[in-house]
């Protein structure tokens, strides 16, 4: 986004101009597949107006004094622009054909912010997995360690973002590719000096870092589930091996596809298994709200369903299920 700001233009900014070409001949370019584009467009809004009465449940039963709970808003907030350009938009230009040429400028911005949020939500499921890992590890310190650790997750996470999205190569649509390249594909003729340019290092460590670290925090935290849940409250651990086997098996494959995006353009079909992964990623953690977290699930019951049940769900009357219950994304 610096670019931007500093060269005024998306045209000026080098190897980013669209002008030796007539916008018309820009959308030849593309390939229309609202075979793709009408459901990811239909599944982003329906999560965006899921994640409004999660977050409200989470205020008005309290759970936002945890500390979990907080990084949970936060990553909900992140997860919501995440969707708007995971799902809607892309599902628009998907509709449209379009590739970045057809709106330079939107694009760009788009491309930013998509950037920066997918790197946010890296960071902050990180802090959450290593915030339960506290929680249930460390019980005897958990006061004094989980509250200031969570803060500080917090900020950093927010500062990362502003980093990626200010500092580093945005990611460009085409719907040739059904994805966010760092290319824009915007150039004559491809170069290397223009290669460099567009490559973004950042991206790629991020992804290759968070991989690694989820990967070593998911055997650690079902480890200590397990040992934890022994004996009592299986349906809870068997809930939140679940939830770990989700968020871990679409974040990784989304890191995965676009740290090989930038090398080589995989087949279609799984340039489509990237884009939805990429969409559900963002969307899983509404999913999983309501529908493994008992406190969460039961009051959404209540505000969509106007049931005044007062029934405690199976798994959370002893103390042990009420501590692994509070998991990861949960």
């Given amino acids: 986004m610096n670019r931007l700001i500093h060269y005024g233009s ?3 900014i080098p190897f980013y101009n ?20 009408y459901p990811i467009t239909t599944f982003g809004i329906f999560i965006e107006l899921l994640y409004i009465p999660i977050v409200w449940i989470i205020f008005k039963t309290k759970l936002i004094r945890h500390t979990c709970y907080k990084i949970i808003v936060l990553l909900a907030a992140t997860d919501m622009c995440a ?31 998509a950037l920066c949020t997918w790197c946010g939500a890296c960071a902050i499921t990180l802090s959450l997995f290593l ?24 900020v950093l996470s927010v500062v990362y973002m502003f980093y990626i999205s200010f500092f580093t190569t945005p990611a460009c649509f085409n719907s040739l590719i059904m994805a966010w390249p760092s290319d824009p594909l915007s150039e004559k003729e491809p170069s290397k000096e223009a290669s460099i340019f567009y490559r973004n290092d950042s991206q790629a ?42 968020i871990c098996f679409f ?24 884009q939805l992964c990429w969409s559900i990623n963002h969307g899983c953690p509404a999913l999983i709200y309501v529908t493994l977290n008992d406190t969460i699930r039961r009051e959404f019951k209540k505000l969509i369903f106007r049931s005044s049940t007062n029934k405690i769900e199976e798994g959370t ?3 042990a299920g009420k501590t692994i219950t509070a998991v990861s994304k949960i």
């Avoid at 070409?21 to 793709?36: A, C, H, I, T, Y």
């Avoid at 590739?99 to 911005?109: Q, R, S």
């Avoid at 925090?217 to 651990?237: E, P």
């Fill in 251 to 274: 974040n990784s494959c989304t890191a995965i596809f676009y740290n090989v995006l930038a090398f080589i353009t995989p087949s279609p079909a799984i340039l489509v298994f990237g």
């Fill in 205 to 246: 460590w991020n992804n290759w870092i968070f991989i690694t670290c989820m990967l070593f925090m998911f055997t650690i935290y079902c480890g200590l589930v397990n040992k934890l849940a022994r004996g009592q409250n299986s349906k809870a651990s068997r809930a939140i091996f679940i939830q770990c086997c989700i």
């Fill in 83 to 113: 969707i708007s350009c995971s799902c809607i938009i892309t599902g628009i230009l998907l509709i449209q054909g379009a590739v970045f040429c057809a709106y330079p400028t939107f694009i760009y911005i788009c491309g930013g912010i």
């Fill in 10 to 12: 998306t045209d000026a």
């Fill in 131 to 154: 915030n339960r890992i506290v929680s249930i590890g460390f019980r005897d310190y958990a006061d004094v360690i989980e509250k200031p650790m969570g803060y500080i997750s917090m």
């Fill in 18 to 37: 669209c002008s030796w070409k007539p916008e018309s001949e820009w959308w030849q370019n593309g390939v229309q597949r609202p075979w793709l584009g």
């Fill in 317 to 319: 009357s002893s103390a």
